[in-house]
């Protein structure tokens, strides 16, 4: 088995220099509940009894000599609507089957959570007040006011903070009102555009939920794809429409909050893949339920035979370095042993200069199920 050297200064790296791979063996635990090539939806696409890989293509990716580099190790493609035009999307969708013809694309669309509507970077300190809005605009001038790209959650009694981009900055909640929430925030931060506001326990409107759904792929049609990524998913009824209206595609529920883990197994029973977000749903669920939400969702993908994917900052190191930490190796096999099928690349193949070897490194890895 092939794995890098964990010695490897990161000064090699910003000299340029390259590393020299060597054999290590390997005692890891097998869990792998079944053998991928027998789900028809993924023929073609994995043919080892061993997790596989979906990768995120963005603007450090999407070129031909990446996908077809990239294609020796997977030929699973994910396209994140929330981030480029449609014409982009158009674009890579017709370049990814022209070059691997057997491809499976997911398309994740945008769901309903609100973002901020910035265009710029917005400097916060610590213990600074911020409104939040949809709307029309609060009138108080004397704080800091930022506009949201769609309303509000209804909100739960009892939360007393809320945050921005999956739970990385964290406000202390003053007033929350039907168009707007009041913080205080914890951290010295620089808002960067568009990041997500998540507040724990809230419930999304599903009639909204599923026009923003249609409108999109509505937008969406001439991009060549296979799956929809469907976000927030609460409930079995969004996903008996959407599959009415598109009945050739693959439904992939995504469950990140309170209501989605609570209506799991009807979630699970009416989708055909099954997509863990931990950054969402560690802001929605909390840090007590979160780790428990994770269980839940894995035991009732598991036991339907659905296939499970795992995402969110699997490699986020290795946008910066050649090799993962230890950490993520332990959370990798983790994730594997709690039944993941495949294991999810997002900024750090979308994003990143070292995509090739960061893909390259999980393949390797994944190899070592087998082993």
Request: aromatic share 8%; net charge positive; hydrophobic share 40%.
């Amino acid at each position: 088995m092939i794995i890098y050297d964990e010695m490897l200064h990161i000064n090699y790296f910003k000299f340029g220099l390259k590393e020299e791979p060597t054999k290590l063996g390997s005692n890891l635990p097998l869990q792998i509940k079944g053998n991928l090539a027998d789900f028809p939806l993924f023929k073609g696409i994995v043919s080892q009894n061993h997790p596989g890989i979906l990768v995120t293509l963005g603007p450090k990716s999407a070129a031909f000599p990446s996908i077809q580099k990239i294609g020796h190790h997977t030929k699973f493609f994910r396209l994140n609507g929330s981030h480029n035009t449609i014409d982009w999307h158009v674009k890579v969708s017709k370049l990814i089957k022209k070059t691997l013809p057997e491809a499976l694309i997911l398309l994740d669309i945008p769901g309903i959570k609100p973002r901020t509507n910035n265009a710029k970077v917005i400097e916060i300190t610590k213990n600074e007040p911020v409104i939040f809005y949809h709307g029309p605009k609060v009138p108080d001038n004397t704080i800091k006011s930022i506009e949201l790209t769609k309303p509000l959650p209804e909100i739960t009694e009892g939360i007393d903070s809320f945050s921005l981009s999956d739970g990385l900055y964290e406000f202390e909640l003053v007033e929350a009102k039907r168009n707007y929430v009041r913080g205080r925030s914890k951290n010295d931060f620089r808002l960067l555009p568009r990041k997500g506001l998540n507040l724990p326990g809230s419930i999304y409107n599903d009639k909204l939920q599923l026009k923003v759904y249609q409108d999109f792929l509505n937008k969406a049609k001439k991009v060549n794809f296979d799956a929809i990524g469907l976000s927030f998913i609460q409930n079995d009824r969004t996903l008996e429409h959407i599959r009415e209206k598109f009945p050739g595609k693959l439904l992939v529920s995504k469950i990140e909050n309170k209501l989605g883990v609570e209506n799991v197994k009807k979630i699970v029973d009416c989708s055909d893949v099954i997509m863990i977000d931990r950054g969402d749903l560690l802001a929605e669920v909390g840090l007590k339920n979160f780790y428990p939400s994770i269980v839940k969702i894995g035991m009732n993908t598991t036991s339907t035979k659905r296939p499970l994917i795992m995402a969110t900052e699997n490699l986020e190191s290795m946008q910066y370095r050649l090799q993962p930490s230890k950490s993520e190796i332990i959370a990798l096999q983790h994730s594997i042993n709690l039944g993941s099928d495949f294991l999810m690349l997002s900024d750090e193949t979308a994003t990143s200069n070292l995509y090739m070897n960061t893909i390259a490194w999980l393949n390797q890895f994944l190899k070592m199920q087998n082993e």
